[in-house]
């Protein structure tokens, strides 16, 4: 099993070599790619140094998966050309989640629509996968006719320079580069990607159009804010769902404990609820603040928490070609 890591130095790159490792995928040949500043640099991974190549390198060896986490552009342009010499691409870039071609998939509620044909398969927005893991169990009980989310977003959703700009801002070094048209410590950012048309930011629509894709329901009412917020080490959401059944609560509950890759803290009399810090590093979906909403019938509130470089990324990958690669045995 050759596999390559496409985007090997970033922080979704490194993220995801840990948890190959952590998972223990068995790997004959580790390709590690990156733009051609970082070729020649070393990695260490299971003990083992390993160099950089290049995109042309990357596609001459024919890896048998590639992970993909190097940005749109990237994947635009050589995705295809590694899918072209029999490679399957795991895209963690937002550049074919919406394409009508290509399988948009969380392996925990969508796994089985994918095919031996697939050569290119994406990996959804961070926000979304945590959000759809802990909804998809109660869509197929109640079936959700609209959800209200808010996110609070870690700044390592935006990179290392943004990490780099809360950390020298909590330093008081204001001098240095900015990834942000404003001060993130101290601060929150109601402003989440570029701007459309309609007044809602990329970020948004990415939630409301993946969420219908993935839980495979066009009917689903969806309108979400997403803020960045002053964290590292997870993404958190309100989220308010309104069913178009009656449910209750004492199921929901039960419904969300057997969930796959879900856990519930929720006990207000111990003040136990799910937080970022709990969830950093972890591959778990965190839910907790399970409520019925008192203002409207059939409507239930929750708090969602999930780290967002690793379910939201990283693993989220990984358990794709952990599928792939039991479909092939």
């Known amino acids: ?89 795991i895209d963690n870039s937002s550049a074919w989640r919406m394409s009508a071609a290509h399988k948009l998939v969380v392996p925990e509620v969508n796994a089985h629509v994918l095919t031996k044909e697939d050569k290119i398969i994406a990996n959804p927005n961070c926000s979304t996968i945590q959000m759809v893991v802990a909804l998809n169990p109660l869509h197929q009980k109640y079936k959700i006719k609209r959800i209200v989310v808010s996110t609070y977003q870690s700044v390592t959703g935006t990179g290392k320079k943004a990490v780099d700009q809360l950390m020298n801002e909590r330093a008081n070094n204001l001098d240095t580069s900015k990834v942000y048209p404003y001060q993130i410590d101290l601060n929150l950012l109601p402003h989440i990607d570029s701007f459309l048309d309609n007044g809602y930011t990329k970020e948004e629509m990415k939630m409301v159009n993946e969420t219908k894709k993935i839980m495979g329901d066009d009917t689903i009412k969806i309108t979400a804010t997403t803020v960045r917020v002053p964290v590292i080490g997870g993404h958190s959401e309100a989220v308010n769902i309104e069913f ?44 907790g ?41």
């Open 1 to 89: 099993m050759k596999i390559a890591v496409v985007g090997a130095t970033g922080l979704v790159g490194t993220k995801v070599l840990q948890v190959l490792a952590e998972r223990k995928i068995f790997i004959t040949d580790l390709i590690l790619v990156a733009s051609e500043k970082s070729v020649g640099q070393e990695i260490i991974f299971n003990e083992k140094k390993y160099k950089v190549v290049s995109m042309e390198e990357g596609i001459n060896q024919k890896p048998d998966i590639a992970l993909f986490s190097a940005g749109g552009n990237t994947s635009l342009e050589y995705a295809p050309k590694f899918a072209a010499v029999g490679t399957i691409v």
């Open 244 to 287: 178009e059944n009656e449910f209750d609560l004492l199921e929901v509950r039960k419904i969300l404990e057997n969930a796959a890759g879900v856990i519930v803290k929720d006990d207000i009399a111990h003040l136990e609820y799910p937080m970022p810090i709990d969830a950093h590093d972890k591959d778990e979906v965190f839910v």
């Open 289 to 329: 603040r399970i409520r019925r909403d008192e203002s409207q019938p059939k409507t239930l509130n929750m708090w969602i928490v999930a780290d967002n470089l690793r379910k939201g990324a990283a693993t989220n990958a990984v358990q794709i070609a952990e599928y792939l690669i039991k479909m092939k045995g």
